[in-house]
């Protein structure tokens, strides 16, 4: 199994896993760099309304080409179709929002669950057109990757391709209305279009890997790899590129994982790999990990043990606490026989300076939830502007002439 | 007509609007709560605990996948609470990486395990097979008073009434916890109302609602039921009690509109086939929805759009 | 500072000139659903002032400002600035939004958001260059921010995100300064040093608006007043305009009398 995956790692497992494989990885690299704005517009989920619309289309599509005397399972048309009424459904949920008092929530579940059903309702009457003969159109549900022809790799590559270009493209404008769409409106952009731009972006991307995953795992491929990629950086171009990363990365080794095996449908796999590397990076991504925050905890109490050792030197008071006393030993901040070293005398100073500023600090700030919360962990350079800093130390001086 | 309508149409009609009923009751609480996608989350994860209760168990009874189902909905919402407190990430995307991880190792499961030999897959968990439950002993009217024949009813039907009945009563005796901590959830708490109990009490009757109906008529008239009766009643009046009424109301006609359009929609266009009768239900609560949300008296806003 | 403007203001009448004014507006109304939030509200706001809107809360204070820059749908009434509708305007135009209407948890550090305010100049593709950033910290430096370039907006106290707002508006070099609340739960620093920026601005000839809510500083900080309760209640310079009798009709029975005895009011 292991040489199975390596092989088709390395696209040796035969032509046709070869493409699945190169389409999976443009698919997820395509899917979770536009997926990203959509999560950081705070707005997910519409995904999954798009998804779940593009049922409807696959099924009208199949039977209008049918009427038309065609063979009705050529895979443009579908996705046409697809495209359009994945199209309607994301009219639906912006008419629902905007004119009647229905939050986006309940707006995206009525129009998933309503084009989904139609869509099954047309499924079910094409079923009954062919008497038997199988359309295949269950596929769309969950993808497959079975007889995936070179035509339908092109596709998904130039579909991909052009999604990445227009995320490029519009990277600057969809930045700033995701962030802050008040003032976007202000700066020359209009947001309705550019909030249709995003999520037709999406669109895009799910007609494109309808074929592949199916409507309901292509939604995991918009989501989890932008909810991984926020919690390695916090700029958002970076966050778009790891995305776009994590979600290629997806695709080619769930792809990979799948022709290497039988019974490994590739929809799931690449979900489940996409889900693993998101429990990965939940635990190890610096700053927001789990672990990164429990380093954190540990630094934080050691400056604490740190700081009130320090202002105990500085009072002159004997240190007691037997964490702290070690904790100072240990840094060369107190001798052997107990009393501050130089460098400890010098820090003690500082820290009573900053207390003392602190203090102050606590009675000028109305609204600063950090100058409460001080604890003598970080600088106090770190925290406050230099105005703010100029202005404690001007009260200080005064405070001291009038003592 | 008679005997035919007793024998293949009425017990899945009652059982759909039992179902509708069942899902709509909590999902009015859902709406308000700007928690409509839970209901989308649960029906998701519906899958993946009947696949995990079958690996376990070797068949396909209903308690086992009934527990099953309600697990992995109990799991799903510990997951989504769990990730958007540790990852920092907002509830929407939450439910995103949680309901679609789940659904893929439900499919992964079930292609991996052997269910051939037993009615279980992917299409059946999504639009269940409501036109199967009939009632195959009936002759005509006169069965519902031949205690032979009610003895053959099929289980579903008892199943769903009994669900539906007990979602009605707790929604009856917790009605006021309820309004209160959906409307104001900190005056509910300064009032001594337990919120997080009453919110995940909620969760659970939902999936309850989900399970019971999914088991019948399959995970989209769920979500369809959850959301689009309760979202129509909204639009219809100002007041809970009466948006719970209508929500009833909507629920029941879309059940029976659409049973019946299913069933005999095509014989009149001239077909010879019915078609999918969950997949007809959802389709006719979205056209309620879209009715009421173009006419419906109180379908505006008041006060500013919250969001952006 | 109050009375040489009101001078000026009567020596030269086409101030209040609605086709010479940076910010007009005629019979604007607002509503959200059959409730109106700003009602048929008329006002011309001088060239190089200083204006405070002010008004009690739920005045449509900040409603006026979105719906006057089109943010939120107008009911009725027309904006123009400099004569000119004010869609076509925008340009002239830099808005600083509430402090709480952003998520601060954003993937983004301060000097990207300042750059934002260059987004007219940059557009889409153009790269950002060594000068832009060079500008961006030159405004971060105004503010008083500058060592805080490469921090996430998240760690970033109340105070300094709203100087950070500001910097933003102050990259996009504008005729018109449109603030909503910009003292709003900000330290005494911050206000101090937002309000010498903005005097900054004024005395380069800018006109700045502010929606304000603290009575105490409106005859310090401002030569122009704009008093609002859904309807307009009063309009013109501070010495005329903020007296007693306009803030009770202002406020009603919100404001007590004592109150406003406190207010460094113009001699009436």
């Not at chain 1, 290629?248 to 039988?262: C, K, N, V």
């Not at chain 2, 519902?144 to 053959?152: F, P, T």
Request: net charge neutral; proline share 4%.
């Amino acid at each position: 199994m292991l040489e199975a995956f390596l092989d088709a790692l390395l696209l040796q497992a035969g032509y046709n896993a070869a493409l699945v494989a190169l389409g999976a990885g443009l698919l997820g690299v395509a899917a979770g760099s536009s997926g990203a704005f959509l999560f950081l517009r705070k707005r997910a989920l519409v995904s999954d309304a798009i998804a779940h619309a593009t049922l409807p289309g696959v099924g009208l599509a199949y039977i209008v080409m049918v009427m038309l005397g065609g063979e009705g399972r050529s895979l443009p048309g579908l996705l046409l179709g697809s495209a359009l009424s994945a199209g309607a459904g994301l009219l639906a949920v912006q008419w629902l929002v905007a004119r009647t008092r229905l939050a986006e929530d309940a707006a995206i579940g009525a129009v998933l669950s309503v084009f989904f059903g139609f869509g099954i309702v047309l499924l079910t009457v094409i079923q009954n057109m062919s008497r038997g003969y199988q359309a295949g159109l269950e596929g769309f549900l969950l993808g497959s990757t079975a007889g995936m022809l070179f035509q339908d790799a092109l596709l998904i590559a130039a579909g991909g391709a052009l999604a990445v270009a227009f995320t490029f493209l519009f990277r600057r404008p969809m930045t700033i209305t995701a962030f802050d769409p008040e003032f976007a409106a202000t700066a020359g952009i209009d947001i309705r279009r550019m909030d249709l731009a995003m999520m037709g972006l999406v669109m895009g991307v799910t007609v494109i890997g309808l074929k592949l995953v199916g409507l309901i795992l292509i939604v995991a491929m918009l989501i989890i790899p932008p909810v991984t990629a926020r919690l390695w950086s916090e700029r958002t171009e970076h966050v778009v590129l790891i995305a776009g990363l994590f979600g290629g990365l997806s695709g080619y080794l769930g792809a990979a994982l799948s022709a290497s095996a039988p019974n490994l449908p590739t929809g799931p796999i690449i979900v489940l790999i996409a889900f693993s590397l998101f429990v990965l990076s939940l635990l190890a991504a610096p700053r927001r990990g789990l672990l990164a925050g429990a380093r954190l905890r540990q630094r934080y109490r050691k400056s604490l043990h740190r700081h009130q050792g320090l202002l105990a030197i500085a009072r002159n008071d004997a240190v007691r606490n037997p964490a702290t006393l070690k904790l100072l030993r240990r840094e060369g901040l107190i001798g052997r026989d107990g009393t501050a070293t130089e460098k400890g005398r010098d820090l003690a100073a500082t820290a009573a300076r900053n207390e003392k500023r602190w203090a102050l600090a606590r009675q000028l700030y109305t609204d600063d939830v950090q100058a409460g919360g001080y604890d003598g962990s970080r600088p106090i350079e770190e925290l406050l502007t230099r105005d703010a800093i100029a202005q404690i130390d001007e009260r200080l001086g005064e405070a001291s002439r009038d003592s | 007509m008679g005997s035919e309508f007793v024998q293949l149409s009425l017990t899945p009609m009652l059982i759909g609007i039992l179902a509708a009923i069942a899902c709509a009751l909590p999902g009015n609480f859902l709406v308000l709560r700007r928690q409509a996608l839970i209901g989308d989350a649960i029906s998701h994860v519906v899958l993946p605990g009947i696949v995990a209760a079958f690996l376990i168990t070797g068949s396909v009874s209903t308690w086992p996948m009934l527990l099953g189902a309600a697990g992995a909905a109990v799991v799903a919402v510990v997951l989504i609470e769990a990730i958007k407190r540790l990852g920092r990430i907002e509830p929407g995307a939450a439910m995103g990486v949680v309901f679609t991880s789940l659904f893929a190792a439900g499919v992964l499961l079930l292609e991996q395990s052997d269910t051939s030999s037993v009615h279980l897959d992917v299409e059946h968990a999504l639009y269940g097979n409501l036109e199967s439950l009939i009632w195959f002993a009936a002759e005509d009217w006169s069965s519902l008073v031949d205690s032979a024949a009610l003895r053959e009813l099929p289980p579903e039907l008892f199943r769903m009434a009994g669900a539906a009945f007990v979602i009605a009563l707790l929604t009856l005796i917790f009605w006021r916890p309820l309004k209160l901590s959906t409307f104001d959830e900190a005056f509910a708490r300064a009032v001594g109302i337990p919120t997080v109990a009453v919110s995940l009490g909620l969760v659970i009757v939902s999936a309850v609602a989900a399970v019971a109906a999914f088991d019948a008529v399959g995970s989209i008239i769920v979500i369809a039921m959850f959301i689009c009766p309760p979202a129509a009643a909204r639009l219809m009046t100002n007041r809970l009690e009466r948006q719970v009424f209508w929500s009833i109301v909507f629920a029941t006609l879309s059940a029976v509109l659409g049973y019946v359009l299913a069933g005999y929609g095509p014989l009149w266009l001239g077909g010879e086939h019915a078609v999918s009768a969950a997949g007809m239900i959802a389709t006719v609560s979205g056209l309620i929805l879209a009715l009421a949300a173009l006419f419906g008296p109180h379908r505006s806003r008041i006060g500013a759009p919250t969001g952006s | 500072m109050g009375t040489t403007l009101c001078l000026a203001s009567r020596e030269r009448p086409s101030l209040t000139d609605p086709a010479r004014s940076p910010f007009a507006i005629s019979e604007l109304t607002v509503s959200y659903g059959e409730k109106p939030a700003v009602l048929s509200i008329d006002a011309t706001v001088p060239a190089g002032s200083m204006t405070a809107i002010i008004g009690p809360n739920g005045a449509g204070k900040s409603t006026l400002l979105k719906a006057a820059l089109g943010m939120v749908p107008r009911l009725s009434g027309a904006v123009t600035v400099y004569g000119e509708p004010v869609e076509k305007s925008l340009h002239r135009i830099a808005y600083v939004p509430q402090r709480a209407s952003v998520d601060w948890d954003f993937p983004t550090r301060v000097i990207d958001v300042v750059l934002m305010g260059l987004y007219r100049e940059l557009g889409l593709l153009r790269p950002v260059r060594a000068r832009h950033r060079e500008r961006a910290l030159a405004c971060l430096e105004r503010v008083g921010m500058a060592d805080f370039a490469a921090r996430q907006i998240g760690q970033l106290s109340g105070g300094q995100q709203q100087r950070v707002f500001l910097a933003r508006a102050l990259a996009q070099d504008a005729e018109l300064y449109l603030l909503d609340e910009p003292f709003a739960g900000v330290d005494a620093a911050t206000e101090r040093a937002i309000i010498t920026v903005l005097k900054d601005l004024n005395a380069e000839g800018r006109t700045v608006i502010c929606v304000h809510h603290d009575l105490a500083t409106v005859a310090d900080y401002f030569d122009h007043v704009l008093l609002i309760n859904v309807r307009k209640v009063a309009e013109g310079p501070v010495a005329t305009a903020f007296t007693p009798e306009n803030l009770q009709k202002t406020y009603g029975g919100r404001l007590a009398t004592a109150h406003i005895d406190q207010l460094k009011l113009p001699a009436a």
